[in-house]
């Protein structure tokens, strides 16, 4: 009798472990069915007026040129990520603003609590944001995110948060001095665990610049640059801006970079482009 019961009691067993097996592989089924969808928010526009400091050499020289500043907000059945934030909101309702040097004149025409509300979100929805760099023109937003775990590399992290960088560019700093849930990275990171979001290291621009592959069902794998480019001329010829913390760095993220592009078959969005700006849909219509 004992031997039956136990028999039984391992059958018994045997079932609902694959009952439980096969309710999960159902839920991952159906999640894979759910596409992600990107929306693409207005961060601003940068004028540049000194685009000679894009080049080592003077391949720009006495140019100048508009750059688009987009943010990129990916919705994926197991949360939000905002990929970078844009200018300072401080310059909503602002005449342009031109740095004291006077290589750039920014301005902004809305916020991110604005852009997010045309889509039915609030920066309370937003699970996770990633910054490309922490540069002042790809950070303006992130202040208003104080819920979202900041996925940074350690590199950027600690660079960012130096006594050296809170003196000499504040404003950058204070941008993320008052994000709280941090989850540092160090190289490539698999967002979701599924490979359709996937934050690349792409060293160089910064000392933890990063790049973000998206793939979508529709519209195909996309690969966002960051600042790792910032021209189609920038990815052409490889020119490295002279700002750059690393050029050996930015050249060999430039070989990793396309590497990976040239494996996933992704189309390359150099975010600063305008021409790549317009071709994907801007918000509140989504990209799928």
């Given at each position: 009798m004992k031997k039956i019961v136990i028999l039984l009691f391992t059958v018994f067993s045997f079932v609902a472990c694959k009952k439980d097996a096969k309710q999960e592989q159902d839920v991952v089924e159906e999640i894979k069915k759910v596409p992600l969808k990107l929306y693409m928010f207005d961060g601003g526009t940068v004028q540049v007026n000194m685009l000679g400091i894009f080049a080592q050499d003077d391949a720009y020289k006495d140019q100048s040129k508009t750059f688009a500043d987009a943010i990129y907000l990916i919705q994926h059945p197991k949360g939000n990520i905002l990929w970078d934030a844009g200018l300072s909101e401080d310059l909503i309702d602002q005449k342009p603003f031109t740095t004291p040097e006077g290589a750039f004149t920014v301005s902004r025409k809305a916020g991110?609590?604005?852009?997010?509300?045309?889509?039915?979100?609030?920066?309370?929805?937003i699970n996770y944001l990633a910054l490309s760099h922490t540069h002042f023109d790809h950070s303006g937003s992130a202040s208003k995110?104080?819920?979202a775990t900041w996925i940074?590399?350690?590199?950027?992290?600690?660079?960012?948060t130096s006594e050296e960088q809170q003196t000499a560019n504040k404003a950058n700093y204070d941008a993320i001095k008052d994000l709280k849930n941090i989850k540092k990275i160090n190289g490539d990171f698999d967002v979701f665990g599924d490979g359709s979001i996937v934050i690349v290291s792409t060293p160089g621009h910064t000392p933890g610049h990063q790049s973000l592959f998206v793939d979508l069902d529709?519209?195909?794998?996309?690969?966002?640059t960051g600042d790792l480019y910032h021209m189609e001329e920038s990815r052409t010829h490889h020119r490295v801006p002279v700002f750059?913390?690393?050029?050996?760095?930015t050249l060999t993220s430039m070989e990793v970079f396309e590497k990976y592009a040239e494996q996933k078959g992704a189309r390359v969005i150099i975010q600063h482009s305008q021409n790549d700006y317009?071709?994907?849909?801007?918000?509140?219509?989504?990209?799928l």
């Amino acid at each position: 009798m004992k031997k039956i019961v136990i028999l039984l009691f391992t059958v018994f067993s045997f079932v609902a472990c694959k009952k439980d097996a096969k309710q999960e592989q159902d839920v991952v089924e159906e999640i894979k069915k759910v596409p992600l969808k990107l929306y693409m928010f207005d961060g601003g526009t940068v004028q540049v007026n000194m685009l000679g400091i894009f080049a080592q050499d003077d391949a720009y020289k006495d140019q100048s040129k508009t750059f688009a500043d987009a943010i990129y907000l990916i919705q994926h059945p197991k949360g939000n990520i905002l990929w970078d934030a844009g200018l300072s909101e401080d310059l909503i309702d602002q005449k342009p603003f031109t740095t004291p040097e006077g290589a750039f004149t920014v301005s902004r025409k809305a916020g991110i609590e604005e852009q997010l509300k045309s889509i039915g979100l609030t920066p309370k929805d937003i699970n996770y944001l990633a910054l490309s760099h922490t540069h002042f023109d790809h950070s303006g937003s992130a202040s208003k995110l104080t819920d979202a775990t900041w996925i940074v590399q350690e590199e950027e992290y600690n660079y960012v948060t130096s006594e050296e960088q809170q003196t000499a560019n504040k404003a950058n700093y204070d941008a993320i001095k008052d994000l709280k849930n941090i989850k540092k990275i160090n190289g490539d990171f698999d967002v979701f665990g599924d490979g359709s979001i996937v934050i690349v290291s792409t060293p160089g621009h910064t000392p933890g610049h990063q790049s973000l592959f998206v793939d979508l069902d529709m519209t195909g794998p996309l690969f966002l640059t960051g600042d790792l480019y910032h021209m189609e001329e920038s990815r052409t010829h490889h020119r490295v801006p002279v700002f750059n913390h690393d050029v050996d760095q930015t050249l060999t993220s430039m070989e990793v970079f396309e590497k990976y592009a040239e494996q996933k078959g992704a189309r390359v969005i150099i975010q600063h482009s305008q021409n790549d700006y317009n071709t994907l849909n801007p918000a509140p219509e989504p990209n799928l």
